[in-house]
């Protein structure tokens, strides 16, 4: 059974940094091509923060977290990462990640067929 358990969110003041943590177990991050973190606010659609491409090792990222988040993978501890700095009261939400051995973009969760739990992240003015 494929599970992703997120884990690393929590309450920073503006400015602050987190690093999320995503955990495979079911299955390995190499065997799946497209990694992505999303996230939703209350009231709001679900949106695409930043998304790797294992077949190609290239990244992509929302314009509003441009130069401040990293998505990253470490393949001996089948974990996906998201390093955060600079954060801004805006980034407040529910964090998630998603697997997909086939295409899904930043702009299609729907595709994305495996799904963590979320993490919050909540950042104070």
């Known amino acids: 059974q494929v599970q992703l358990v997120e884990s690393g969110g929590g309450s920073v003041q503006a400015g602050g940094s987190l690093r999320l943590s995503c955990a495979a177990s079911?299955?390995?991050?190499?065997?799946?091509?497209?990694l992505a973190w999303f996230r939703q606010a209350p009231g709001k659609e679900r949106q695409g923060v930043a998304r790797?491409?294992?077949?190609?090792?290239?990244?992509d990222y929302a314009l509003s977290v441009q130069g401040r988040f990293t998505i990253s993978l470490d393949n001996a501890k089948n974990t996906v990462y998201l390093q955060m700095n600079s954060l801004k009261p805006e980034d407040t939400a529910m964090y998630y990640c998603a697997a997909d051995p086939l295409y899904f973009s930043l702009t299609t969760p729907s595709l994305a067929t495996y799904w963590g739990q979320g993490t919050q992240v909540t950042v104070s003015p």
């Open positions: 079911g299955f390995t991050y190499t065997q799946y091509c497209f």
């Open positions: 790797i491409y294992l077949g190609g090792d290239s990244t």
